[in-house]
């Protein structure tokens, strides 16, 4: 079975531009969860939706928005880009919403955003 | 304030070497879970642990909850150099959801 894809890998942008940034999750996970990891710091919570809604959002400026579709993949959106925005944008996949101890989040390899 | 804070931020050992990094918060959590996270990848999921007191064992990794379930530690006995990586504690803050809450990390580096 594939794991969590996410597209593109790599991508440069210049400051002021938009972003999209899409994450296909394991067959038949119905919650994706958005990360920011910028290099030297844990994942940072972005957003988190099931079943097409949004069940969570983290500390980030409406700059960021993010959409699940009908097949459980979503788009993270990110406007108006900052230099502070570059960073590692990982999606993670899981098969329930509640939060509980052996509730497994698996991750994609994420997509490596530079913005200059 | 970080909610979680790990230590070393940094560890380089030498192969065959034993080493113990720490997870430590204020807070008191149901459960806690470790990662690693290899270069160009995602974390990985390597345990959860969720009573005060819990030590799991995965091969020569030793992980061990607080009594009071507000700290953990990841001990690694005679390291190889596939275990260089990130290592990284997480938590649940929030109930209704599973969105996790990270550490600062460790970064591991295994010398040959």
């Known amino acids: 079975d594939a794991g969590v894809t996410q597209s593109p890998t790599h991508l440069i942008k210049t400051r002021g531009q938009h972003v999209t940034l899409r994450c296909s999750p394991i067959s038949g996970h119905k919650s994706v969860s958005w990360y920011q990891q910028v290099l030297g710091q844990g994942p940072q919570f972005i957003f988190q939706y099931y079943e097409k809604e949004e069940r969570g959002r983290g500390n980030f400026p409406d700059r960021f928005s993010a959409r699940q579709f009908p097949n459980y993949s979503s788009e993270l959106n990110v406007n108006a880009l900052l230099l502070g925005d570059s960073a590692l944008y990982l999606c993670?996949?899981?098969?329930?919403?509640?939060?509980?101890?052996?509730?497994?989040?698996?991750f994609g390899p994420g997509t490596r955003l530079t913005v200059l | 304030t970080q909610l979680l804070e790990q230590s070393p931020q940094f560890l380089s050992i030498q192969e065959g070497e034993n080493l113990t990094v720490y997870c430590n918060s204020s807070?008191?959590?149901?459960?806690l879970q470790w990662y690693r996270q290899e270069p160009g990848e995602g974390p990985v999921l390597l345990v959860t642990?969720?009573?005060?007191?819990e030590v799991k064992k995965l091969k020569r990794l030793t992980f061990q909850f607080g009594d009071a379930r507000k700290d953990s530690s990841l001990h690694i006995t005679a390291a190889q150099p596939g275990d260089t990586g990130l290592y990284l504690c997480a938590v649940s803050p929030q109930t209704g959801a599973n969105n996790l809450f990270f550490g600062t990390g460790t970064r591991l580096t295994v010398i040959p």
């Open positions: 993670a996949s899981s098969s329930i919403l509640t939060s509980g101890s052996y509730n497994e989040q698996f």
């Open positions: 807070s008191v959590f149901s459960s």
């Open positions: 642990v969720v009573t005060g007191g």
